[in-house]
């Protein structure tokens, strides 16, 4: 079978836009449809069958193109072997869109539920994210021989050995593979509910391992040795990014969403920031801004120069090695950090989940126990003593 995609130059529409076709050929018998796509005939490269440039619709068009290849192929083998003998082109295209209703394999699975969703929210942050969460799962399937698993075969056996795999054979940490089986059960129900799959085994399958997670955050000296320690100048403001989470508890997107409209001055002159949270819609913030924090906002023209949350983590690393501080260092941990030196400095918790912007008292409490029963055995010590 042979695949290509073409312009069809003599269908300008009225923005000067070409469609591309698919054609399939098999024996010498040719069948024909379009993708649904269009472009410009001069962003069109008939060489490399595919959409020149790097913005996000070519991006996109061309990932399509790629799925398209993948589906035609697999209806092509899978009626070669069923049958024994060569389909034909108008076979392979008649089947396509059948196809597109009945998702039969479980990678095929996972890139339709992205794409759906991508489709809802147009969210191309999200769809590169979940593409990396499917990478990593492509990965660990190779390694049970599982790549070409139909949705029928997936049960909780099979479950059991991909989590494993993603733990023991990957490396993954644990965090990371329950963060992978979220989006793989999501995906089930999607299937389940377009009637992919006639029984859904993901939605009652138990993630095996617990998650260990070590409550990380600095003392204020250390945040103190991050702030007084001259940096590069690409290092200074992941820095500065830090201190700022130290001091007002932002999540890593409010602080990449903080802007002049969120911030509040009193009729005393005092600022405030006043924000709602990204992750709960619900929770507003507000949140007193010292004078540390209103130095680097000014600095910046009250626009942070926030990277990447994977460069901006990378960055912490390396400052957390050049002023020696033996921790691993997050955009999480300045989050941590806020509320642990608020806890320190005796300010009740109901006000700190409060300026953290915890849905309920009772996640605060569940986040910072460690936190308050260090705080307890100190008071009882300073009372005994």
């Not at 320190?344 to 989940?353: A, C, G, M, W």
């Amino acid at each position: 079978m042979n695949l290509i995609f073409w312009a069809v130059k003599n269908k300008t529409n009225k923005k000067n836009e070409i469609p591309i076709y698919c054609r399939i050929t098999i024996g010498g018998e040719r069948a024909e449809f379009s993708t649904g796509i269009k472009c410009k005939e001069s962003e069109w490269d008939n060489k490399k069958y595919r959409i020149k440039g790097q913005s996000e619709y070519a991006i996109n068009a061309n990932r399509k193109f790629d799925q398209l290849s993948q589906k035609l192929t697999s209806i092509y083998y899978e009626l070669l072997f069923n049958n024994d003998i060569e389909p034909s082109a108008n076979e392979v295209k008649s089947l396509l869109d059948v196809k597109r209703k009945k998702i039969l394999y479980f990678v095929d699975l996972l890139y339709e539920y992205a794409w759906e969703l991508h489709k809802m929210y147009c969210n191309y942050d999200r769809l590169k994210l979940h593409e990396r969460f499917i990478d990593a799962i492509k990965k660990t399937l190779l390694i049970s021989g599982d790549s070409h698993i139909r949705l029928t075969k997936c049960d909780t056996l099979f479950f059991d050995k991909l989590v494993f795999n993603l733990v023991n054979k990957q490396g993954y940490s644990v965090g990371y593979a329950k963060k992978l089986t979220r989006y793989i059960k999501a995906s089930f129900r999607f299937g389940f509910n377009r009637r992919y799959l006639e029984q859904n085994f993901a939605e009652n399958y138990k993630f095996p391992y617990r998650e260990e997670r070590e409550f990380v955050y600095l003392d204020e000296w250390e945040v103190d040795k991050i702030t007084n320690y001259q940096f590069s100048e690409a290092l200074q403001r992941t820095a500065d990014l830090f201190c700022v989470q130290c001091y007002t508890g932002l999540a890593y997107v409010d602080l990449k969403n903080l802007n002049t409209s969120h911030l509040v001055r009193d009729n005393d002159g005092s600022m405030w920031i006043n924000i709602t949270r990204q992750k709960v819609k619900t929770a507003e913030c507000v949140i007193p801004v010292i004078k540390r924090v209103f130095n680097i906002l000014k600095k910046y023209d009250f626009k942070l120069p926030v990277v990447s949350n994977q460069k901006y983590n990378d960055a912490l690393k390396k400052i957390a090695s050049e002023v020696g501080i033996n921790k691993r260092l997050t955009s999480h941990v300045g989050r941590k950090t806020y509320g642990t030196l608020l806890l320190n400095k005796d300010v009740p918790i109901e006000t700190v989940s409060k300026l953290l912007g915890h849905s309920d008292i009772y996640v605060t409490q569940k986040h910072y126990a460690k936190v308050l029963h260090m705080k307890v055995a100190k008071d009882v010590r300073a009372v005994l003593i």
